[in-house]
Each structure stands twice: as C-alpha cells, then as structure tokens.
C-alpha cells in the first residue's frame, strides 16, 4: 500500500472541534495561528447555513480565533455551488436564515415562492407552520428539493434542537420526495472546499468530531481523517461505524505540532 503524501492543507469542523457552546476549546486558539503562520491552505467548515461568513469571522473573532473570511466554508456556500453549477441564475423559495439567502443572492439566484425552480430549506431557529406548508406545495407542483445539511438535531446551551434533517423528514413525508443534501457527509462539501482553497484530496486532512458526518465526508473525499474526542462522538461509539478514522485524538491541541 503507497504511503500517503505529507499533509500540506487541513479542513477542520467548527463547533466539537475548535469551539464548543461559544467557549473555544483548549488548543484551538493555537491551531489556527499556526495554520495562519505556515501559510498553508486551511478551511473552516460547518453545516450550520444559519451564518455568513462574515458573521462566523466575527463571532470566531470575539472568542480569540482569527479566521479569515476565506478560510470560512458553509454548507449554505457549498449548496448556492451546487446550484450554481447545476442550473446558473436560477430562482429557488427559501426556507432559511441570512447565511443561506446571501450565498444565494451572491451568485444571482431569485429568490421567489412563484414556480421556483429549487425548494431551499436550511437551518434557522424561527420553523414556521406557514413556511413548511409553502414548502410542500411547492414541491408537489415540481419544485426540486434541495437541503443545507442532514443533520437531525443540533447543539445548544439547553440541549438538543431539532436541525435541518428532522424537518426536511416532515417535508419528505409530506411530499413522497426526498431532498438532494449538499453538506456533510455530502463529499461534494470537501471538494468544493479544497476547490476553493486549490488543494488536493491527497494531501489533506479533515478533522471532525462526529463519524457519522466529518470522517465519513473526509473518507469519501479521500482526505486523510482526525476524529477529536471534544464533540459528540465517544471513544466505544467508533466501533459502531464500519469505516475508521486515519487516527483518534483527544482534542484539537494535540494536532498543532503537526502542521
């Protein structure tokens, strides 16, 4: 078996691996300024659509991490990719927040609940009855269906929050159509990502701390893969998963010295 070639870029989730509930978590704070110091291509990503990245910069800002507005890289950018690449100057009836509706008025989408031709839902906090029925009436009328990310459920300070796949279920069951997910474990996500920053699947390396999600869109995109133990996935839950990350790490600190 080749050896792998040396790590030159690294794509790192954001909330499990460098924050956790709005409190970066120990070591990240030097990951990220070492990255900035190499000069190495690095992203940020999150399947959370709800923020632009100039918002993320900001909150990122404010905690201690400085993250460029380039180096930021969102399921709602990697969506608006998509669509852009499938059906330019499109017009699609969005049900999300500023972080999705920007990305797509960014490459020239109308945004319209008049015969779109995309039915865009992502993550927001304020679901609407309304909203949702729009949703699927849209879609019976022929709409294509398109969500931000599968995830089911979501962190926060409370506990679980239902997330964009458990409502994109409700409009499934609703319609008989299931939605085409553009973010993670999507691997169309992390290549569009290392697209952006001009780096190769080869030589680089996604960090996560969910199996279901980060490691399986790293694996899939043929990344070399890190699971930190800071997020959501347990040390004994791995062996429930039939692909293995390239290796296990207890947090974000102990990857620095590896850049």
């Not at 659509?49 to 905690?63: E, F, G, V």
């Not at 992502?122 to 879609?139: C, D, N, P, Q």
């Not at 996500?189 to 996560?208: D, V």
Request: hydrophobic letters at 40%; proline letters at 7%; one cysteine or more.
């Amino acid at each position: 078996m080749a050896e792998r070639k040396p790590i030159e870029s690294w794509l790192t989730d954001m909330d499990g691996v460098l924050i956790h509930e709005g409190v970066p978590i120990p070591g990240a704070d030097a990951f990220v300024k070492k990255l900035r110091e190499s000069g190495r291509p690095f992203l940020v990503l999150t399947n959370n659509s709800i923020y632009t990245p100039r918002d993320l910069h900001a909150r990122l800002r404010r905690m201690g991490l400085d993250v460029p507005l380039e180096n930021i890289w969102t399921s709602a950018l990697a969506t608006a990719k998509f669509l852009d690449d499938q059906r330019p100057g499109g017009t699609a009836y969005v049900v999300g927040e500023a972080g999705l509706t920007t990305a797509l008025h960014d490459i020239g989408y109308v945004l319209t609940d008049h015969e779109p031709d995309y039915v865009v839902l992502g993550e927001t906090r304020t679901y609407s009855f309304e909203a949702m029925t729009k949703a699927v009436r849209l879609i019976n009328d022929g709409a294509r269906f398109i969500c931000t990310n599968p995830d089911e459920t979501g962190p926060s300070a409370e506990g679980p929050l239902p997330a964009t796949g458990a409502v994109a279920a409700l409009i499934t069951k609703a319609t008989g159509k299931s939605p085409y997910f553009a973010g993670k474990p999507n691997p169309l996500m992390m290549r569009t990502g290392l697209n952006a920053i001009g780096a190769h699947s080869e030589s680089s390396a996604m960090i996560g701390d969910r199996m279901d999600t980060d490691v399986l869109a790293g694996i899939e995109a043929g990344m070399r893969t890190f699971l930190v133990l800071t997020g959501l996935t347990r040390p004994h839950q791995v062996e429930d998963y039939p692909y293995r990350p390239s290796q296990i790490v207890d947090s974000i600190a102990d990857l620095v010295d590896w850049i």
